[in-house]
T-cell receptor, first 116, second 114 residues
C-alpha cells in the first residue's frame, strides 16, 4: 500500500514571499502520479499541480512549482509571490497509473496561512 | 464543462432516516468516486466505480450504499446512519484508463446526523 506523509501541519508566510510545502511518499511502483490539491474554506478540492513519475522535469504552473526527487520519494510544492487567495489546506496525493480506478491516497494536509 | 455537481450541499438527517446524495459530471469520465472527509482530516476513499461497475469498496459499512445508474451519475444512499458518520462527502471523477488520472472534485455535501 502507498503512503503519503506531510510533516508540516501548518505553515505561515508573508504575502509576496515564497513558501515550500513538504511531502514524502512510499511506494513500490516505478510509475505513478503525484498531485498537490488545494482546499479552501469553500471545501472544493482544486488541483494545483501534477507530476508524472516518469518525467524528470519538475512541473510548473505559473507561481506553483514542484521539486520532485524520485529516488528520495520527495515531492515538495513551492509557491512564489504568495497571495491572500493561496490561503487554504494543501494536500499532497498519490495515484497509481493505469487509470484512476484506485483513487487517490492523500497526506494529512498542510494548513497554509498568508500574512498580509 | 469541467464541473462535478453534488446535491444537496447540506443535509441534516435523523438516525432512522433514508436519504441520498447525488453527483453528476459531463466530462465523459468513466471513473467516479466517493470520499468521506472529517474536519481537519484528508479525504478517505469509500467507493470507486469504473465503467459503472463497483471496483473498490473500502470496507464501508452497509448503511452506505452506492449506485451508479449511468456514466454521468453517482448516488450514495444513506440509511440508519450514526452521529459519527457526520462529515463532508466528496464526489470525484476522472478518466478510468489512459495516462491522465487527475480527479475533479465536487463541492461536497456537508452531512450532519442527529
Amino acid at each position: 500500500a502507498q503512503t503519503v506523509t506531510q510533516s508540516q501541519p501548518e505553515m505561515s508566510v508573508q504575502e509576496a514571499e515564497t513558501v515550500t510545502l513538504s511531502c514524502t511518499y512510499d511506494t513500490s511502483e516505478s510509475d505513478y502520479y503525484l498531485f498537490w490539491y488545494k482546499q479552501p474554506p469553500s471545501r472544493q478540492m482544486i488541483l494545483v499541480i501534477r507530476q508524472e513519475a516518469y518525467k524528470q522535469q519538475n512541473a510548473t504552473e505559473n507561481r506553483f512549482s514542484v521539486n520532485f526527487q524520485k529516488a528520495a520519494k520527495s515531492f515538495s510544492l513551492k509557491i512564489s509571490d504568495s497571495q491572500l487567495g493561496d490561503a487554504a489546506m494543501y494536500f499532497c496525493a498519490y495515484a497509481n497509473t493505469g487509470g484512476g480506478a484506485d483513487g487517490l491516497t492523500f497526506g494529512k494536509g498542510t494548513h497554509l496561512i498568508i500574512q498580509p | 464543462d469541467t464541473e462535478v455537481t453534488q446535491t444537496p450541499k447540506h443535509l441534516v438527517m435523523g438516525m432512522t432516516n433514508k436519504k441520498s446524495l447525488k453527483c453528476e459530471q459531463h466530462m465523459g469520465h468513466r471513473a467516479m468516486y466517493w470520499y468521506k472527509q472529517k474536519a481537519k482530516k484528508p479525504p478517505e476513499l469509500m467507493f470507486v466505480y469504473s465503467y459503472e461497475k463497483l471496483s473498490i469498496n473500502e470496507s464501508v459499512p452497509s448503511r452506505f450504499s452506492p449506485e451508479c445508474p449511468n456514466s454521468s451519475l453517482l448516488n450514495l444512499h444513506l440509511h440508519a446512519l450514526q452521529p459519527e458518520d457526520s462529515a463532508l462527502y466528496l464526489c470525484a471523477s476522472s478518466q478510468a484508463t489512459g495516462s491522465l488520472t487527475e480527479a475533479f472534485f465536487g463541492q461536497g455535501t456537508r452531512l450532519t446526523v442527529v
